[in-house]
C-alpha cells in the first residue's frame, strides 16, 4: 500500500488515534481511584479548615469523628460539634461565577449564624499571580470573624483589603460569598436551633 | 549518537537559534506564566518532558505518517502525552497539580513542541529528536526564569515567595501584569540579536 493513498492514510489514522486513546483510557481507569480520593481529600481539608479544626495526622479519621454531615435543602453541608455534642459550627458550600471560571469551595458559619468562621477555595480559575492570590491564606483569613449581619451585605474595607491589581476576582468573591450568605440565611430556621 | 552531536544540540537550541529569542516562539506562554518564579519553572519543566517525548515518538513513527496528516497526528501525539501527564500528576502528585492548574493543557498549545516536530523530529532519529527537545525546552526554561527573576523582584518583592524587598520600594503593578513580559523579552532579544551581529561581523568565517 502506498503511503499517500487514501486508504493507508485512514488506516493509519485511525489505528494511532485508538493507540493512543487506549493508552490514555488505561490510565484513566487505572488512576481514577487514587485521583478521586484525592480531590476528597482536598475537599474534606477545606471543609475542616473554614470551622477551624486542625486535620491531625489522619485527615480521613479527623473528619468522620468531629463533624457530621446535615442537609440544608438540598446542599451537603457538614456541622462540627462541641464535647457536650452541642453545635460549633457550619461548612456551607460556597459556588460561583469568578472572572474566568467557577469558584468553588466551603464558608465556615458560627451555630448562630451570625458570623464568618472562615472561607476556603476547592476550584478558581483566577489568572495566578493576580486574581490567583484570592487563595493565599493572608486574603481568605481576613474573613475569619466578619460578622453577619441580615440584610447587610460584606464589603471590603475596614480591615477587608480587596487584592491590588485584581479587582474583578476580588468582587467576585465577595459577590459569591454574599450569595451564599444570603442563600445560607433562608436555611436559618432549620440551621440555628 | 556521538557526544559532539550532543553538545551541538545543546549550544544550538539554548543560544544560537533559542526558540524564544531567536524563534520568537512560545511567547504566548511566556507572557502568562513568568510573573513568579515557581510558576516558570514548572512550566519549563512540564515543557521539556512534553515536547523530548513528543519528538521522540514522531520520530518513531516518522516513515510511517503519511505527510497529508502529518500535522493533525502530531498534535494527537503532542496531546496525548500532556494528558497522560496530567493524569499521573494528579493521582501522584496532587499538590503539584493543583499548583499548575491550567498551565498544563496550555502546554498542548506551546507553538515549541510542534516547532520541533516539523522541524527536526521528522527528519532525524528517534534518539537525536529527544534531545532535541529536552534542550529546546531548557533554552525556553532559562528565558522564564530570567524574566520571571525580573518580574517577581520589581512586581511583588521576593524572589520564589520570599520576600528580599530589603530597600522597601514600591513595587510595580505593572510587572504583575502580562504586557511587562513584552517589555523585558524585546530588551532581551534586542541584547541578543546584537551580540549575534556583532559576532558575526567579526568573526563571520570561522562558524556558518
Redesign the interface.
Known amino acids: 500500500m502506498k503511503?499517500?493513498s487514501y486508504l493507508?492514510?485512514i488506516i493509519?489514522?485511525f489505528a494511532?488515534?485508538a493507540v493512543?486513546a487506549t493508552?490514555?483510557a488505561i490510565?484513566?481507569a487505572y488512576?481514577l481511584p487514587?485521583?478521586t480520593e484525592?480531590?476528597a481529600?482536598?475537599e474534606r481539608h477545606a471543609i475542616l479548615k473554614v470551622l477551624g479544626i486542625s486535620p491531625g495526622d489522619d485527615l480521613v479519621t479527623t473528619f468522620s469523628e468531629q463533624l457530621q454531615p446535615a442537609l440544608a435543602g438540598d446542599l451537603q453541608i457538614y456541622a462540627s460539634y462541641d464535647a457536650n455534642g452541642d453545635v460549633l459550627g457550619y461548612a456551607y458550600p460556597l459556588d460561583g461565577q469568578g472572572l474566568w471560571g467557577s469558584i468553588r469551595g466551603y464558608i465556615g458559619v458560627s451555630a448562630s449564624l451570625d458570623r464568618l468562621l472562615g472561607m476556603e477555595f476547592i476550584e478558581q480559575?483566577e489568572t495566578?499571580?493576580?486574581g490567583g492570590r484570592i487563595d493565599e491564606d493572608w486574603f481568605k483569613e481576613q474573613f475569619a470573624g466578619v460578622p453577619l449581619v441580615p440584610g447587610e451585605a460584606i464589603a471590603y474595607g475596614d480591615g477587608l483589603d480587596a487584592i491590588?491589581?485584581a479587582t474583578s476576582s476580588s468582587n467576585a468573591v465577595l459577590n459569591i460569598l454574599n450569595d451564599t450568605v444570603s442563600d445560607l440565611m433562608t436555611h436559618k430556621e432549620v440551621l440555628a436551633r | 549518537m556521538k557526544k559532539g552531536a550532543i553538545k551541538a544540540l545543546f549550544r544550538r537550541n539554548v543560544w544560537e537559534e533559542n526558540q524564544v529569542l531567536r524563534q520568537i516562539l512560545g511567547i504566548c506562554s511566556l507572557l502568562?506564566?513568568t510573573?513568579?518564579v515557581s510558576?516558570s519553572l514548572v512550566m519549563g519543566g512540564g515543557l521539556i518532558f512534553s515536547v523530548a517525548l513528543s519528538s521522540f515518538t514522531i520520530s518513531l513513527?516518522r516513515e510511517?505518517?503519511?505527510?497529508?496528516?502529518r500535522m493533525?497526528?502530531q498534535t494527537?501525539?503532542i496531546a496525548?502525552w500532556v494528558?497522560?501527564f496530567d493524569?499521573?500528576l494528579?493521582?501522584?502528585l496532587?499538590d503539584i497539580s493543583?499548583a499548575l492548574?491550567?498551565?498544563i493543557g496550555l502546554i498542548i498549545t506551546n507553538c515549541i513542541i510542534m516547532g520541533r516536530a516539523e522541524a527536526f523530529a521528522q527528519m532525524n532519529p528517534p534518539v537525536e529528536s529527544f534531545f532535541d527537545g529536552v534542550f529546546a525546552g531548557l533554552g525556553y526554561t532559562i528565558v522564564l526564569v530570567i524574566i520571571a527573576v525580573i518580574r517577581e523582584f520589581l512586581?511583588?518583592g521576593t524572589f520564589f515567595g520570599i520576600d528580599v524587598n530589603f530597600v522597601g520600594f514600591q513595587t510595580w503593578?505593572i510587572m504583575?501584569?502580562p504586557p511587562a513580559a513584552f517589555f523585558i523579552i524585546g530588551v532581551m532579544i534586542w541584547i541578543v540579536n546584537n551580540i549575534m551581529a556583532r559576532k558575526q561581523a567579526s568573526g563571520g568565517g570561522k562558524r556558518g
Do not use: C
Not at chain 2, 64 to 69: D, E, Q
Open positions: 503511503k499517500d493507508y492514510t493509519f489514522t494511532l488515534t493512543f493508552m490514555l490510565t484513566q488512576y487514587a485521583i484525592n480531590e481529600n482536598v480559575n495566578p499571580g493576580l491590588t491589581g | 502568562a506564566v510573573n513568579l510558576n513513527l510511517y505518517i503519511p505527510h497529508r496528516v493533525i497526528v494527537l501525539i496525548s494528558i497522560l493524569i499521573i494528579k493521582a501522584v496532587p493543583r492548574g491550567p498551565y512586581g511583588f503593578t504583575v501584569m
